[in-house]
């Protein structure tokens, strides 16, 4: 991510962003980059470097700036590093796009998510719950009886409750496991100010406070 956002970024290892409530590190602690292993369990389905899985990356190319071109290129190299697969590049604008994701005509594609409220809940609903349509809305159609009834679970629990939390663990050790999704990165906020300012705050709740602002 250094190579496209030049460390404005933060990798990011699971659904539930770092620094919100309930967040586990869980792809981080339950993967590590292992080519040798890759290439082992592309051997086992079938695969070889004469007989590569091929498949297509679809990407937006305006949606979520200019950049998402430049992060392709660079997930269709690391996953061509096992010398096993082979990946094509492909685009479609916006109106276009989401329409063929949620007919779940892309078997991978790259795919953003702005918030509509600062809670775990907005970022595990949305796209793993199957039985309110969440997940096929979102091209995955993941479908797990178990973390429906764990995410209805979530949100009965108190709040910042240590039940809650352990319950939002089990959600994202289910992701991990099944990887219907895998997450690449979060934006970090960032301001540019002059000496005599003061009173800036940056937070999770992404609002930028004028009014805590001093001119000295």
Do not use: C
């Not at 089990?170 to 002059?194: C, E, G, H, M, R």
Request: proline content about 5%.
């Amino acid at each position: 991510m250094s190579t496209v956002f030049l460390d404005s970024v933060d990798p990011l290892y699971s659904l539930i962003p770092s620094g919100m409530f309930g967040h586990t590190d869980v792809f981080k602690t339950r993967y590590s980059r292992n080519i040798a292993a890759a290439q082992a369990l592309l051997t086992q389905a079938g695969f070889s470097t004469t007989n590569k899985l091929r498949f297509t990356l679809w990407y937006t190319p305006v949606r979520y700036g200019s950049t998402e071109a430049d992060v392709a290129t660079l997930v269709k190299q690391a996953l061509e590093q096992t010398g096993m697969v082979s990946v094509t590049l492909q685009s479609q604008e916006w109106l276009v796009y989401r329409q063929s994701f949620r007919l779940g005509q892309f078997s991978v594609f790259l795919l953003g998510w702005f918030p509509d409220y600062l809670d775990p809940d907005d970022y595990t609903y949305p796209f793993l719950h199957y039985a309110s349509g969440g997940s096929a809305s979102f091209g995955s159609w993941y479908q797990n009886d178990s973390v429906d009834t764990l995410i209805n679970l979530q949100a009965t629990q108190p709040i910042a409750s240590t039940q809650r939390a352990q319950t939002l663990s089990q959600i994202q050790d289910a992701l991990a496991n099944d990887v219907p999704y895998l997450p690449l990165w979060q934006t970090s906020q960032q301001v540019v100010y002059k000496p005599s300012i003061s009173g800036v705050i940056l937070d999770q709740s992404q609002f930028f406070r004028y009014f805590t602002l001093r001119v000295s």
